[in-house]
Each structure stands twice: as structure tokens, then as C-alpha cells.
């Protein structure tokens, strides 16, 4: 019961992160301006992105309830707080005020915060920790269709 209990409350942050992120974009990858971009050859068709997310985000809520069950800790929270804030924080960067450079720092903050996870806990949550990993896989495919973006526009 402690295990549904807290996975759903960590379910419920992530989406709303998703959430939050989808509110902030304006109109995100359906605006002018980033139609008209030079994107990646390997960009994901749109419905990729919505798949993929949910996908993660369930996993990554219960390796996060794995994680807090094991380790209960200030630091634990702190680090999944920074993850929500970056998270959401991308999406506004990028699509909303068109900062591909500093959405380009963020996400990359992001990447080395969930690659550390990874790398920290492993010891604790063993091969729990492939809960993550979709998280990391796909911040490193995003990171490099926002470094793209940086680079041929």
C-alpha cells in the first residue's frame, strides 16, 4: 500500500510537469517559427513525442517510488525537484521565448541531473535503476535536436 500510495503521488507531479511543460510551449511544434526551422533528419513524427513522454514518466515515477522508499532524503527530493523545474522549464525556453541556446544549457542540465540519478542511486535500486534509463536515452535524442536547431538556423 506505502508503494501505490506514493507512486501515485509521484504520477501525479510528473504529469503535471508534463502539463505545465504543454501550457508553457504557446503553440509549440505547431507555430510558424518552428515549422520553419532546420530540424534534425532524425526528428520523431509528433505523435512520438506524446508516446514517449508518457511512457517515461510512468517509469520514471516508479523508479522514483522505488528511490524514495529506499533513500527518503532531502537530497532525493531536492535532486526530483531540479529535474521538475528544468523539465517544465524547456519547454518554455524553447518553444515560448525561442532561447535555443539557453534551452540547449537547460536540457543538458537536465540530462547530467537524470544521468546522475542513474549513476548515484544504481547501487541502491540495482536493475531498478532501467527505470530510468528511457529518461536519460531520450533527454540525449532531444539534446541533440535542440544542439541541431543551434547549429543550422
Same mark, same amino acid.
Given at each position: 500500500m506505502?508503494?501505490?500510495?506514493? +507512486? &501515485?503521488? +509521484? /504520477?501525479i507531479i510528473n504529469f503535471a510537469a508534463l502539463g505545465f511543460g504543454i501550457l508553457l510551449m504557446a503553440d509549440g511544434p505547431k507555430s510558424d517559427w518552428y515549422v520553419q526551422l532546420n530540424q534534425a533528419p532524425w526528428t520523431p513524427?509528433?505523435?512520438? +513525442?506524446? #508516446? @514517449?513522454? @508518457?511512457?517515461?514518466?510512468?517509469?520514471?515515477? &516508479? =523508479?522514483? @517510488? +522505488? /528511490? =524514495?522508499?529506499k533513500r527518503p532524503t532531502r537530497k532525493v527530493i531536492t535532486l526530483f525537484v531540479i529535474q521538475f523545474i528544468l523539465n517544465v522549464n524547456w519547454n518554455f525556453l524553447f518553444f515560448n521565448q525561442k532561447?535555443?541556446?539557453? #534551452? /540547449?544549457?537547460n536540457i543538458i542540465l537536465l540530462t547530467i541531473l537524470i544521468f546522475a540519478f542513474l549513476i548515484t542511486y544504481f547501487k541502491d535500486l540495482k536493475a531498478k535503476s532501467l527505470l530510468i534509463l528511457p529518461y536519460f536515452i531520450? /533527454?540525449?535524442i532531444a539534446t541533440s535536436l535542440n544542439l541541431y536547431i543551434l547549429i543550422h538556423n
Open positions: 506505502k508503494f501505490i500510495k506514493h +507512486f &501515485i503521488l +509521484f /504520477l513524427d509528433d505523435w512520438v +513525442f506524446g #508516446a @514517449t513522454w @508518457t511512457s517515461i514518466m510512468i517509469c520514471f515515477s &516508479i =523508479y522514483m @517510488t +522505488f /528511490l =524514495y522508499l532561447l535555443i541556446v539557453v #534551452a /540547449l544549457v531520450w /533527454l540525449c
